[in-house]
């Protein structure tokens, strides 16, 4: 089963006046997005989506994206609606929005994982790897 | 793949009806795992391909081939090819 999960704020909630979708800088409530096609089951009130920090001394452009590390997060699911399809044709078979209220705890900070590279972050084309592969090699020295 | 480490610790006794019962707490550890992609699209692909959790996606700073990060919930391994699972039990 396919989900598009959003995690959203109340109105008015915690930290409502600074965020904003970038592109447009306008306002938006939405905390976090999660595309699941596991199988486990949608949050139930209680989970928290996770929060994803930057630790600038700690990064390196060489092996994080933007966040160094990541915890569990300030916000915590309140309720949950669930919206699927009436005729399952589409992208998602259930849309889930998670209401979330601000509820901050003290949780440790852990390093991102390490960065994994296969032929499916080429998206299967397996010339496109290879040749990355190729340019990962040091050069022999003569 | 499992998207939650987890372990069940004993931690007390308690007394039912005269009688000693351990009670016990399960610890559920949180995972993440991250997968390189050369686009954003590709993060859902991977997602819906493997059946993974994609929580999250993030542009990297400089590379100019492996543009983004997928960020998935749990330790998501690619699946091994069938001969390399055959050599292993060689």
Redesign the interface.
């Known amino acids: 089963m396919h989900k598009y999960i959003i995690f959203q704020a109340e109105p008015n909630a915690e930290g409502w006046e600074n965020r904003k979708l970038q592109h447009t800088q306008t306002l938006t409530r939405i905390l976090a997005e999660h595309w699941d096609s596991s199988d486990k089951p949608i949050p139930e009130p209680g989970y928290r989506p996770l929060e994803f920090i930057r630790v600038e001394a700690l990064h390196d452009p060489n092996q994080h994206a933007h966040s160094t590390h990541y915890r569990k997060g300030d916000w915590e699911v309140a309720r949950v609606e669930t919206y699927t399809p009436d005729v399952p044709m589409g992208k998602y078979d259930m849309v889930v929005i998670c209401y979330c209220k601000y509820s901050p705890i003290n949780a440790s900070l852990k390093p991102m994982p390490e960065r994994q590279i296969s032929i499916d972050s080429f998206g299967g084309d397996e010339a496109a790897y290879k040749q990355w592969l190729e340019s990962q090699k040091e050069p022999a020295e003569v | 793949?499992t998207?939650w480490g987890s372990r069940v610790e004993r931690v007390a006794l308690s007394e039912v009806e005269g009688e000693s019962k351990p009670v016990y707490k399960i610890i559920v550890a949180?995972?993440?795992?991250?997968?390189?992609?050369?686009d954003e699209g590709?993060?859902?692909?991977?997602?819906?391909?493997?059946?993974?959790?994609?929580?999250?996606v993030?542009?990297?700073?400089?590379d100019p081939?492996?543009k983004?990060?997928c960020?998935f919930?749990?330790k998501t391994?690619?699946p091994k090819p069938y001969h390399e699972n055959e050599k292993e039990s060689d």
Do not use: N, Q
């Open positions: 793949m998207g949180i995972y993440l795992s991250r997968h390189a992609a050369t590709k993060c859902e692909v991977m997602s819906r391909k493997y059946g993974w959790a994609l929580v999250g993030e542009k990297t700073p400089d081939v492996l983004v990060d960020v919930e749990g391994e690619f």
